[in-house]
């Protein structure tokens, strides 16, 4: 297939590559992701036709948006969550790109995907040298002929000028020298490792700025409505009975028999779950504490899997029994609608439950990433739950579900990557009430939070300080504490001394300047100490 290269795109093809290498080659995601953001951002709207209609798409509009605040997320906090995010938004700006007309975030990050892996043969085509025969090679001597003269006119001139200017021969052979110092230092570099990553770079490049449709998954989603519609031909009520038919053992049932299933189900479900919820509140909703010897962890994990399993399971059962001609069983639809209104309502409750369970652990034990986690889904719970309710009234399809909870699923990513969670996980477990503080833990996290940890070291002696080791919890002592602590310290100081500015963010920045303001202070107070002794 022939994909020819506007000028702009001949530019910015290697032009980009370039810039990938020399931002991201052995260096760490931080200001590097945001600049590389903003150039394929640029690009990619720079090369848009002009009669493409992205730019008029609320969704491309969200991406783009959400791009860049996660790009400039990343030169802050430089986390995993930021990073995901980040690279989630481009893919699904550049998917927007390619099929403007798509809604779902999911066909968008495909069609992104596609559109990356169609580029690769696209790009191998052009990598490949041309042969020089016939126009080509014409074309080629006589432009070849014509910079003889001016390039042999050049030298001579730049001899006359060295030889007739000493301070021209002093400039110009600086110039040569810092020219020799790079091509000597960059020769080294060129590695079977560096070019494979240079490849890279430009592979993905191409990616973001040829676009070679991909017209699959947009015309998935084409067959696909925002509403049910009723489908006679499709359902055993409307059935017609064939020559030869055979009876199955798991045939469907008819309207009827599938409203009452539902009807019955949805009660019974109903007074079950009333219940449980009747004994959460109960128990845990008013005045809950654990009494001596409980296991919370099990009261947590265990318990917060099987309630979340159970909704996600009544989110299923709610969206089978809608999917089809339900929907517009009119002698009944009412007090289906109302019955699997309150199911929804009851399992919000029990999402209530669960996201006290969570609270309770994080009080009595310390915040941690999981407990993160499940407030995080359970955000996308009570979302999901509100588009049920969108589902059994007004009659919206899956396709409209999942659209909307992708979207949500999205908006939360967005959330996350907008957190400094390492640093409010220390400062909330390094509390005074905390008399076991997981060590171990704290100091896994990345080096951001290393001021925090020196901040609070002085709490630290009396604690029961514990890391995990083979599998089990291992108590340690405050001074062997301090020394990897210590370790740490040095060790980042090192680190930090050695990054170049393409790694950089503003936290990582900040703990180093906090850091080496207290070794000065410290250093200085001790040498202000020594010097008194010594005149006393």
Known sequence: MRFPLTSLQKLLLPLGALLFDFLFWQERAGLNMLLYTVFVLAASVATLPRQAGVLRSGYFRAAFLGAIFSGLMVAVYGSFAAYLACVASLALVLGYINQPHLKLVGYALLTALANQLRVVPVLARLLRAPRPVGANAQRIRFYGRLLVVPVVALGVFHGLFVLANPRYAEYSGRALEVLGEWLSALLPEISVPHLLFFLLGLTLTAGALLVVPVHFFADQESRFGEFVRRQRDRVASFAVRRPNFQPQA????????????????FGLVNALLLVVNLIDMQWIWFGFAPAPGFDLTQFVHEGTYVLILSILVAMGIVLWFFRRNLNFYAP????????????????????VSVALRNYYYILYTGLAYKRIGVYGFLLLTFFGLATILLKIWQRRSAYALVRLNALAAYAVLLLLAAGNWEIWMVRYNLQPRFRRVDYGFLLAMPDRVLPELAAH????????????????????SWPEAQARLQQRLRAFEALEQRRHWQSWTYLDRQAYHAITTESTQTARATSAAASAIAHR
Do not use: C, H
């Open 457 to 476: 070291a002085a709490s630290m002696p009396g604690r029961q300080l514990t890391i995990e080791g083979d599998g089990r919890w291992v108590a340690i």
């Open 250 to 265: 798991f045939r469907a049932l008819d309207l009827r028999k599938e409203y009452l299933v539902a009807l019955g189900l």
């Open 332 to 351: 009944g639809l009412r007090w289906l609608r109302v019955g699997a209104t309150v199911w929804v309502a009851q399992n919000a409750v029990l999402a």
